[in-house]
């Protein structure tokens, strides 16, 4: 019983992680002040669009990897 509650429980841990860290990186997102960076182009703002997934994607296989090394 110990062991199953253990594995759930880490499942449900790693995928809060996940979701934090996919609030976190739409944080800035859509609303931009007149204080904020100019307007960009569309080609511009899809490349930082798909360069911020890409660097979400590292992140979370990072965290993997910390876990993983942690259990040592």
């Not at 995928?15 to 990186?25: K, L, M």
């Not at 080609?43 to 910390?66: H, V």
Request: net charge positive.
């Amino acid at each position: 019983m110990n062991m199953i509650m253990r594995r759930v429980m880490g499942q449900l841990i790693n995928r809060g992680v996940n979701f934090g860290f996919d609030q976190a990186s739409k944080i800035g997102k859509g609303k931009r002040g007149t204080g904020e960076q100019p307007d960009v182009s569309p080609e511009e703002d899809a490349r930082r669009n798909r360069a911020a997934r890409e660097q979400g994607k590292q992140s979370r296989q990072m965290l993997k990897t910390m876990r993983r090394l942690g259990r040592f």
